[in-house]
């Protein structure tokens, strides 16, 4: 059996932020590998509880090895935060992205380094795969998906040229495959990154409805977190982290209706901490950190 190795980004510095009361019930949003729900557990007290949330079964599973009674993990999206009562959470961690193991094992799909089978899915037991959605989506949605959440300006090209290959000589099925297609449409690329890399993201986010799902989860935090609860988001692309800078910006300032410029503003719902990036040293040990950005809010005492 494979073991894939992960690093946890901003490990100390996120627990750190995150627990401010020993005794409450903090959630993890994307528990991975466990890194920072391990930490968080030891700064809890007895009566202290930590709820994390994954949807890929291989975390389920490194969850399974936590014997403490204090933890309990639910095979879901962190979009169910919802169903936390009003104000029961203490805290709320949400680590973006994907994995290392997710990314390093080939039959995942998830990168175009080895070549394997064109999945993609956070949870591979559920949902349409990369392939089977590539296999049959109209040339144009392709290209809006690849634009829009890859960000990539040859996004016409890239569908173009995936829709061909499957008209000449059926779906795309692999990695390998997908990359060397992206590699022939996409014709100049910033240095030292893989033509594929845009294209590749673009269908991971789609495939996953990240996007989607972490506005949902914004959205549900501020119901579901106490007075003086933290918020605590660490986002590795600027599609992520421009959805958090903006959710923590409009909550942190008082609301005015125009419709009523004499009433008092609606009053702020977050009181925004701050921005952390990874040390020096942190990047220079794990180069995955190296885009990672961590943003902090605490939950203002306004209902």
């Known amino acids: 059996m494979n073991t894939w190795?992960?690093?946890?980004?901003?490990?100390?510095?996120?627990?750190?932020?995150?627990?401010?009361?020993?005794?409450?019930?903090?959630?993890?949003?994307?528990?991975?590998?466990?890194?920072?729900?391990?930490?968080?557990?030891?700064?809890?007290?007895?009566?202290?509880?930590?709820?994390?949330?994954?949807k890929d079964p291989a975390a389920l599973a490194e969850a399974a090895r936590i014997p403490d009674a204090r933890f309990a993990i639910r095979h879901q999206g962190f979009a169910a935060l919802g169903e936390w009562p009003a104000a029961s959470l203490a805290g709320v961690l949400m680590d973006l992205g994907i994995s290392s193991p997710q990314i390093d094992d080939p039959a995942r799909g998830f990168s175009f380094r080895a070549d394997g089978p064109l999945d993609m899915r956070m949870d591979p037991t559920r949902g349409q795969s990369a392939a089977e959605w590539l296999a049959e989506a109209p040339e144009r949605r392709i290209a809006e998906v690849i634009r829009d959440y890859g960000e990539e300006r040859f996004a016409g090209a890239v569908a173009k040229a995936i829709v061909a290959r499957r008209q000449a000589r059926g779906p795309v099925a692999t990695t390998?495959?997908?990359?060397?297609?992206?590699?022939?449409?996409?014709?100049?690329?910033?240095?030292?990154?893989?033509?594929?890399?845009?294209?590749?993201?673009?269908?991971r986010i789609f495939v996953n409805a990240e996007l989607e799902e972490l506005q949902q989860a914004l959205e549900a935090s501020l119901h579901v977190l106490q007075p003086g609860g933290r918020l605590v988001v660490i986002s590795f692309h600027s599609l992520e982290d421009r959805i958090v800078k903006q959710f923590i910006a409009r909550h942190a300032r008082a609301l005015v209706d125009r419709r009523a410029p004499f009433a008092e503003p609606a009053p702020t719902r977050l009181r925004a901490l701050g921005r952390v990036r990874p040390s020096a040293a942190e990047v220079a040990a794990n180069p995955r950190a190296r885009s990672a950005i961590m943003r902090v809010a605490e939950r203002t005492e306004a209902a």
């Open 5 to 54: 190795s992960h690093t946890t980004v901003l490990l100390n510095e996120a627990v750190d932020a995150l627990v401010t009361d020993p005794q409450g019930h903090y959630v993890d949003a994307t528990f991975g590998r466990g890194g920072h729900a391990r930490l968080t557990l030891s700064r809890l007290g007895p009566a202290g509880r930590l709820t994390a949330y994954d």
């Open 176 to 203: 390998a495959e997908l990359a060397e297609l992206v590699a022939g449409a996409v014709k100049t690329r910033e240095p030292g990154q893989n033509p594929a890399t845009r294209t590749f993201q673009a269908v």
